[in-house]
């Protein structure tokens, strides 16, 4: 069928494999290891020339069709499901970074993400070169010969800076380096990286695609538009993988040695998930966008950030790139760190807790939390300030959570 909606699409994926009790579900099978009919099948499963499933730490079933139902509805090449957001990075850069490498990117990431860049892939000769990805020119600066890939998050967290992905693209293609992109902030089908020159898209499934915090996830979407030839440890796979070479060498290399697929019980809530992604997003988008108007007028609130805004610096390209709800995350600066802790021990409603795009809407103190083992000088570097309170808006109405607000400020 042609033309059908997202929803229908999704919903509508068929099994690799009818299920032998036609469940409308598909089951969770929750098995380590497949029996074969004979000696001959064994060897093409493991030397990867069939789709049959050996080992559950390479592939399963139901995290297939996981993977099947994101590769359908992004029109992806392939899909990776593993067992967390920086599991997806991580597996990534492994795949496509070597010593003596470096990858260009922003100051502006999660803090985990930095310090996997920073330190992590240090510690293997890979050099992070961090500048400003919203100045083209400064990024043709730090590019070379030896630049494995530029990454940035569409939409940073906790900065809520926003760079010109087509832009990104444009100096990438030019200079031979694949653009990746973790776009968890505002998901599928809001946000077509594709379209917008993306060739590798990361997201923690952790977030929206779970439906509701209910397990660990992360995926990595290879759009097979990058000429891996030009990549100096990619290029012996194109020979016989061609656009496949990225995934090829990952699967078949490093997701297997590092061992971090994802688990058939997550997959199965993830898949669950993905079927009111969009319904639950647009309520949390439209909440979130209401409640960072609704601050603006709040006494106690010194600034609001949310690419929504009409004043904010970049709502011009957020509308560009997302449309008129780009994620239901905010942030909001008070006076002072000791304001923040204050207010936050006076909210009765929102959860102080991390994490992001839960049905209940979540807050927290971002340099204390998750940049508290970062010196201050790094968090200057990173734009993250003592006086900044990140939201995560859930399935709440807007009043609930304005009325606990006020109330904590008060």
């Known amino acids: 069928m042609k033309n059908i909606s997202f929803e229908a699409q999704l919903l509508h994926i068929p099994y690799e494999k009818p299920d032998i009790y036609h469940a ?3 089951p969770v099978y929750h098995a380590v290891a497949y029996e074969f009919e004979t000696a001959e099948a064994m060897e093409e499963a493991f030397c990867g020339r069939t789709k049959d499933h050996c080992y559950s730490r390479i592939t399963n079933p139901t995290v297939q069709y996981f993977e ?17 957001g920086m599991a997806a990075i991580s597996n990534t850069f492994l795949t496509l970074a070597y ?3 470096n990858i260009v990117t922003s100051p502006h990431l999660f803090g985990n993400t930095y310090s996997f860049l920073k330190n992590t892939l240090a510690a293997l000769g890979v050099e992070a070169r961090f500048c400003d990805l919203t100045n083209p020119e400064e990024v043709r600066a730090r590019i070379d010969e030896h630049t494995c890939a530029i990454f940035l998050e569409t939409i940073t967290n906790p900065q809520m800076e926003i760079a010109d992905l087509k832009a990104l693209s444009g100096i990438g293609q030019a200079a031979g ?20 020159g993306v060739d590798i898209e990361l997201i923690s499934s952790t977030k929206y695609l779970s439906g509701g915090a209910t397990g660990l996830g992360g995926l990595i979407i290879d759009y097979g538009s990058f000429d891996w030839s030009r990549s100096p440890v990619l290029k012996s796979w194109c020979g016989t993988e061609g656009k496949e070479a990225f995934t090829s060498r990952m699967r078949r290399e490093v997701h297997r040695n590092v061992g971090a697929y994802l688990t058939p019980q997550a997959a199965y809530m993830q898949t669950l998930g993905m079927e009111t992604l969009k319904l639950r997003f647009m309520q949390q988008a439209t909440t979130c966008l209401e409640l960072a108007q609704s601050l603006q007028e709040t006494k106690g609130i010194v600034a609001v950030n ?9 709502h011009a390209i957020s509308q560009k790139q997302f449309g008129s709800y780009p994620g239901a ?6 006076s002072s760190r000791q304001a923040c802790f204050s207010f936050l021990n006076k909210l009765k409603l929102i959860r102080r807790a991390t994490n992001l795009f839960d049905n209940k809407s979540l807050i927290i103190h971002p340099a204390s939390t998750i940049y508290g083992n970062f010196t201050e000088d790094i968090r200057q570097i990173m734009h993250v300030k003592q ?12 009043d609930d959570l304005l009325d606990d607000i006020t109330r904590a400020l008060a």
Do not use: K
């Not at 099947?68 to 967390?84: I, K, P, Q």
């Not at 995350?329 to 008070?334: G, I, Q, R, S, V």
């Open 387 to 398: 006086q900044t309170i990140r939201l995560s808006v859930g399935l709440e109405q807007r």
């Open 24 to 26: 409308l579900s598909m």
């Open 68 to 84: 099947d139902r994101v590769r359908s509805v992004t029109d992806a090449l392939s899909v990776t499901a593993l067992n967390s």
């Open 99 to 101: 010593a003596g490498s």
């Open 306 to 314: 949310h690419t929504g805004l009409e004043d904010n610096p970049f």
């Open 329 to 334: 995350m905010l942030t909001f600066d008070l």
């Open 177 to 196: 380096v694949p653009l990746i992109a973790d776009s968890t902030v505002v998901p599928f089908p809001f946000f077509r990286a594709r379209a917008y």
